[in-house]
């Protein structure tokens, strides 16, 4: 798929959020292992070890929503088998030098080959052909850089500056919970009227309605009615 196209879900009815949560890499080292994404800086949420032959522990990269586990039998996957993983930056240059400040080998910044599928360097999204430096158009998605874990499980950085329309909703977030809760005031003043507009009946997917004006709101964009 060209980063021109966009696929769209034309389902209708209910829709269920599914998010993904977890990515399994398998590793050989437990502790190892541990001790290097602790150094990357990223969040320990649980070490779970019941003391024979299962140990489980939880990492969550800064402002993901996905996290990885990894540990004592809980994958069949041969340690360095997991390739491909991305994790997305605004700003490839200083997470590569974050990470060079962790004492963290990572690969220079490259770009890729104009779709090239063959050739000497590890594969990736789009193809097999890296050429050193930014994308010279500097376009989003197009540059990255790379890394691995002491078992080989592969890691890649990608820079994405604007998204595909379509592709999210937006980015919202809030300096504080006073700045929360005024937007949640404006929205429900908003949304009050739309009730008057529709005859005083109770709006039963005013949680939709709500979001819906708060993206919107907060990204300066057209307001719902």
């Given at each position: 798929?060209?980063?021109?196209?966009?696929?769209?879900?034309?389902?209708?009815?209910?829709?269920v959020d599914t998010k993904l949560e977890i990515v399994v890499i398998p590793v050989s080292d437990v502790d190892r292992a541990k001790e290097f994404y602790a150094r990357l800086g990223w969040r320990l949420d649980a070490d779970y070890d019941n003391g024979s032959d299962f140990r489980v522990i939880q990492f969550t990269p800064p402002?993901?929503?996905?996290?990885?586990?990894?540990?004592?039998?809980?994958?069949?996957?041969?340690?360095?088998?997991?390739?491909?993983?991305?994790?997305?930056?605004?700003?490839?240059?200083?997470?590569?030098?974050?990470?060079?400040?962790?004492?963290?080998?990572?690969?220079?910044?490259?770009?890729?080959?104009?779709?090239?599928?063959?050739?000497?360097?590890?594969?990736?999204?789009?193809?097999?052909?890296?050429?050193?430096?930014?994308?010279?158009?500097?376009?989003?998605?197009?540059?990255?850089?790379?890394?691995?874990?002491?078992?080989?499980?592969?890691?890649?950085?990608?820079?994405?500056?604007?998204?595909?329309?379509?592709?999210?909703?937006?980015?919202?977030?809030?300096?504080?919970?006073?700045?929360?809760?005024?937007?949640?005031?404006?929205?429900?003043?908003?949304?009050?009227?739309?009730?008057?507009?529709?005859?005083?009946?109770?709006?039963?997917?005013?949680?939709?309605?709500?979001?819906?004006?708060?993206?919107?709101?907060?990204?300066?964009?057209?307001?719902?009615?």
């Open positions: 798929m060209s980063t021109n196209e966009v696929r769209t879900n034309d389902a209708t009815g209910a829709r402002g993901s929503g996905c996290s990885v586990i990894f540990g004592k039998n809980v994958t069949g996957a041969a340690p360095g088998s997991a390739q491909g993983l991305y994790l997305i930056v605004s700003d490839i240059a200083a997470a590569r030098d974050e990470l060079l400040g962790h004492g963290v080998k990572v690969t220079e910044v490259f770009h890729d080959a104009g779709g090239v599928y063959a050739g000497p360097d590890e594969p990736y999204l789009f193809g097999r052909l890296r050429v050193s430096g930014p994308d010279p158009e500097h376009r989003s998605y197009r540059t990255f850089a790379s890394f691995h874990d002491p078992d080989g499980n592969g890691w890649l950085f990608q820079e994405i500056t604007t998204r595909l329309p379509g592709r999210v909703a937006g980015d919202t977030t809030y300096a504080s919970a006073s700045d929360l809760a005024s937007a949640l005031r404006r929205a429900a003043a908003a949304h009050g009227e739309h009730e008057k507009r529709t005859g005083g009946q109770r709006d039963e997917n005013w949680p939709d309605w709500y979001a819906e004006y708060m993206v919107r709101d907060q990204s300066g964009k057209e307001l719902p009615q």
